[in-house]
């Protein structure tokens, strides 16, 4: 099983609509991120947090929101999709040491026509 | 806005070659890490280097750092068909939060 799952897979829906990105993750690492990827541009950093009631802002969080359930969940909201938010959205994790490296998921394909 | 830059944007070479691509950035950091990434796949951590350390080697990858210049390199050699994938690097500036570049894709033929 993975260690870090997110859900849905793919997922196509239409403009305004709200939607939730889910992330769960098996390692028992207090930090989770939430990152977009666009062609040529590389990862973004949406929302970030380092435990469960720390929630930070990345470089791109206009039209997005989080949510820190617990230790192991991280979800990702768009309160209404626009077309420009369709992208690859990878959630990761990472120990609260010092430099150590992030573990990804699988990520999911967002396409909002 | 993105801290590091990867060069060459995509690489051919063929199966047995060597390949190196660059990584350039603009600030002190902590650490600078390379992840690879399959197609529809998500990031994989390949190898991290510290702001101290000047190489590193991980089977056949061997990662250099430099400081001063602000840049760091990747290679790999005696390719194999496996390892056609991009190539991220990504630095660590000040609070765990990672700045990925754009990546190098590398193709690697038969």
């Known amino acids: 099983d993975a260690d870090v799952t997110q859900t849905p897979r793919n997922r196509i829906t239409k403009t305004g609509k709200r939607i939730m990105l889910e992330c769960s993750q098996t390692?028992?690492?207090?930090?989770m991120y939430w990152y977009r990827q666009d062609p040529g541009l590389g990862l973004r950093l949406i929302y970030y947090?380092?435990?469960?009631?720390?929630?930070n802002k990345g470089e791109i969080s206009d039209g997005y929101s989080v949510s820190r359930q617990a230790q192991a969940k991280f979800s990702l909201s768009l309160e209404s999709a626009i077309p420009n938010q369709t992208a690859l959205y990878f959630c990761?994790?990472?120990?609260?040491?010092?430099?150590?490296?992030?573990?990804f998921g699988d990520g999911t394909r967002l396409s909002i026509l | 806005s993105q801290q590091g830059e990867e060069d060459p944007q995509a690489l051919s070479i063929q199966e047995g070659e060597n390949a190196t691509m660059n990584c350039s950035y603009k600030?002190?950091?902590?650490?600078l890490q390379w992840y690879r990434q399959n197609s529809g796949r998500g990031l994989v951590h390949l190898i991290l280097i510290r702001s101290n350390e000047r190489e590193k080697h991980s089977g056949r990858l061997r990662v250099t750092l430099d400081t001063s210049k602000k840049s760091s390199s990747l290679l790999i050699t005696a390719s194999r068909a496996a390892d056609t994938a991009s190539y991220f690097c990504a630095t660590d500036a000040t609070d765990y939060k990672l700045s990925f570049g754009a990546g190098t894709t590398v193709t690697v033929r038969a």
């Open positions: 947090s380092f435990d469960v009631k720390d929630i």
């Open positions: 600030t002190s950091i902590n650490n």
């Open positions: 390692k028992g690492h207090d930090r």
């Open positions: 990761a994790t990472s120990s609260s040491y010092s430099n150590q490296p992030q573990h």
